[in-house]
């Protein structure tokens, strides 16, 4: 069982995936967020976007799979794992740093790979690679 477990939205716009930089954390993240009880995959989905992005709508929902590593932390005697159930998605609106995320980016083959969080590092980008998600290669 995972300390953490979330649904993550992949958005991908002209080769680059759409991640967060949350206050207080370092790393890199995925759109997205913890599942509430009796809650859907999907319903989590729609309303961490509207929290975290601001009035825009995830559309085209596709489930591309489920991850488990270690969850980002600044701090390197705190071991955690998180689960993220991933959907890949478009959206539709103009997306904007909301709540407890700071800033937006737009990371793309070529981005520092270091500022991301381990889960994407280990897990996510390279199986996306394989399957041919992210023409990144691997």
């Given at each position: 069982?995972?300390?953490?477990?979330?649904v993550?939205?992949?958005?991908?716009?002209?080769?680059?995936?759409?991640?967060?930089?949350?206050?207080?954390?370092?790393?890199?993240?995925l759109?997205?967020?913890?599942?509430?009880?009796?809650?859907?995959?999907?319903?989590?989905?729609?309303?961490?976007?509207?929290?975290?992005?601001?009035?825009?709508?995830?559309?085209?929902?596709?489930?591309?799979?489920?991850?488990?590593?270690?969850?980002?932390?600044d701090?390197p005697?705190?071991?955690?794992?998180?689960?993220?159930?991933?959907?890949?998605?478009?959206?539709?609106?103009?997306?904007?740093?909301?709540?407890?995320?700071?800033?937006?980016?737009w990371?793309?083959?070529?981005?520092?790979?270091?500022?991301?969080?381990?889960i994407?590092i280990?897990?996510?980008?390279p199986?996306?690679?394989?399957?041919?998600?992210?023409?990144?290669?691997?």
């Amino acid at each position: 069982m995972a300390d953490y477990n979330k649904v993550g939205l992949l958005a991908i716009r002209e080769d680059r995936i759409l991640l967060c930089q949350k206050r207080g954390l370092s790393r890199l993240i995925l759109p997205g967020g913890t599942l509430e009880p009796g809650e859907t995959p999907e319903a989590c989905l729609h309303r961490e976007i509207r929290e975290e992005l601001g009035d825009v709508v995830a559309r085209d929902l596709e489930y591309l799979g489920t991850y488990r590593d270690r969850a980002a932390s600044d701090d390197p005697s705190v071991v955690k794992t998180v689960e993220i159930q991933l959907y890949r998605g478009e959206i539709a609106g103009q997306p904007v740093a909301s709540s407890e995320i700071e800033a937006l980016i737009w990371f793309s083959r070529e981005s520092d790979r270091e500022l991301l969080s381990p889960i994407l590092i280990n897990a996510i980008l390279p199986d996306l690679a394989r399957r041919g998600v992210l023409g990144w290669g691997e």
